[in-house]
């Protein structure tokens, strides 16, 4: 099966003073312990706070080249699980970066422990934004029953930071017959989607999804960041409308 990158990976992309992401290598996805031939592309977001220290946002795979190209910039402080989907990859930065904090999405202890990935987490993501990060970051837990996730905020940039809530793929980076299944899931460029997977849950908990929809209207984003597929640099809060429009009534 054959894929293509967000080429050049493991290298610092600037977005905006004090934001930029790093594209990760291929990631797999995996069913009852089997990996399917599905490669996907992963993305990593990273913002430089104002007293230096950095918050590093669903971290890829680690690489050496790209931890010193970061170190350049500042303190490699937070490693983000905003989902109990994304925290393979923190143990590697731990590793190399110890006196960094490891931060827990819900479920995703459970998760690791169960997937033998040794992970020191050190604080819980709770609903208000700590006082580490609460001056230049917002988040809000979006719903999404198993698939649930935190959604982040950089005030400086106006940038959203989304995970798996939207998936925008582009088809003519993808080999088939994964190119049709994404086609068929809506999930792809340049319309984008919700994960296919949170889509149910969303329509049972339409109460909390219009709370944290709303919430995304209230920051104005003017672009938006995403882990999987091409981001979206303008007219954020059109998708968001699009996309989820519905549930926020």
Wanted: charged share 25%.
């Amino acid at each position: 099966m054959g894929a293509a990158l967000y080429e050049p990976i493991n290298v610092y992309k600037p977005v905006a003073a004090n934001i930029g992401v790093v594209d990760g290598p291929f990631e797999y996805l995996t069913v009852a312990g089997v990996r399917l031939p599905l490669p996907f592309t992963t993305r990593m977001t990273v913002v430089r706070l104002s007293n230096g220290d950095l918050f590093l946002h669903s971290p890829t795979k680690f690489d050496r080249k790209l931890a010193d190209e970061l170190e350049h910039l500042g303190t490699v402080r937070y490693l983000i699980s905003p989902n109990q989907f994304h925290y393979a990859n923190i143990g590697e930065w731990l590793n190399a970066f110890p006196d960094a904090v490891a931060w827990a999405s819900p479920g995703v202890r459970r998760r690791s422990r169960a997937r033998r990935v040794e992970i020191r987490f050190g604080r819980d993501l709770d609903l208000d934004p700590p006082g580490e990060w609460r001056n230049e970051l917002d988040q809000t837990l979006f719903p999404g029953g198993y698939f649930k996730e935190f959604i982040f905020f950089h005030r400086e940039s106006e940038s959203l930071i989304v995970t798996d809530a939207i998936i925008n793929i582009e088809l003519d980076k993808m080999d088939e017959p994964w190119r049709t299944l994404t086609r068929m899931s809506g999930m792809y460029y340049p319309r984008g989607q919700v994960f296919f997977g949170m889509r149910l849950p969303l329509l049972l908990q339409r109460k909390k999804a219009a709370a944290a929809i709303a919430k995304l209207h209230a920051w104005r984003p003017r672009r938006i960041l995403l882990s999987h597929g091409r981001c979206f640099d303008a007219d954020a809060d059109a998708v968001i409308r699009r996309i989820f429009g519905k549930l926020g009534r």
